[in-house]
């Protein structure tokens, strides 16, 4: 089995693909549209003529890049695909992005020993908060009318 890895975001069918691979849900062509305009860069691994795994950054690409959608296809998985591709794509962006740029990324459950191997560090951690997030859908609204050290 042949495997190369180019410097290119997979197209939207093959990002749709990818994610049906994952618990993240499927999203629709518009809004995988819209998420792949707005990505700074990616990478695909094509094995034997297929794409079997993708990464993409997200960010302003001066001060913060953040690693998004490791995906690798359930098939091709515990081959050292994911590996070689999260290696290609780092220096990838050693070689595009300010050597001050932080790295960031949210690695899936039981997946941070991946990610610890290329130097990336855990949260909470020394000088760090914990890594957090929410669908805006799920935030609550602000009473604007309310200070924020209001109770």
């Not at 020993?113 to 799920?138: C, D, K, Q, V, W």
Request: a positive charge; proline letters at 6%; glycine letters at 10%.
């Amino acid at each position: 089995m042949t495997l190369s890895i180019e410097h290119r975001l997979p197209n939207v069918e093959t990002f749709r693909a990818l994610r049906s691979h994952t618990d993240w849900g499927v999203p629709t062509v518009h809004a995988t549209k819209a998420a792949l305009t707005a990505s700074l860069c990616g990478a695909v691994a094509i094995q034997d003529g297929q794409t079997v795994a993708m990464v993409r950054a997200v960010g302003d690409g001066v001060l913060k890049v953040y690693i998004q959608d490791v995906i690798v296809a359930k098939p091709a998985r515990s081959q050292g695909i994911g590996h070689a591709l999260v290696q290609t794509f780092i220096t990838h962006l050693m070689a595009t992005y300010p050597p001050a740029c932080m790295i960031g990324l949210f690695a899936a459950e039981g997946q941070g020993n991946f990610y610890e191997r290329f130097g990336f560090i855990a949260r909470p951690g020394i000088g760090f908060g914990p890594g957090m997030h929410a669908t805006l859908s799920n935030l609550a609204q602000p009473d604007l009318a309310k200070p924020h050290n209001a109770a």
